[in-house]
C-alpha cells in the first residue's frame, strides 16, 4: 500500500520542471493524495491508534525513505540549480517536507490557496532560505 501511495506521490512531483513549482504543487497533490487514502488512513489508526498526520510526525524508516525516493529528483535539481539549502541532507529535507505536510493535513479546512500561502511560507522558506514570494 505504501509503494502504491509512493508511486502516485513521485508521479505528482515529477511532473513539474521548475522546483519551487515540484515542491508547493507537489505537496498540494501529494496532501490531496494521502487525504484520499481511507484505507490507509484506517489502517495507520488501528495499528497505531494514531491519526495518520499525527504517525507522519513521529516519523518511521520506511515512510521517511520512501519519501526521499519520491524527492530526491527535486532535491538534486535544487542543489544542481543553487535553490536548495546544502547544508540540508536528502533525509532532513525529507523529514521537513514529511512535518510540514502533516500541518496542512490537520489544518483541514484549508482551501488549496491558503496551502499554497503556508507551504510557501514555511515549506519554501526552509528548504531554500527564500522567502515564498
Known sequence: ML???GSKSAGAVAKYSDVKEALIEGSIENIRIAQEEELFQAIILNETSTQMEHFLVQGN?????EIVKIWAPVFERGRAEGTLRNDLSDERLAEIIQNVHSLVLMRKDETESAQRAFLEDLLWAALTNQSGS
Open 61 to 65: 524508516d520506511a515512510v521517511r525513505a
Open 3 to 5: 509503494r502504491g501511495m
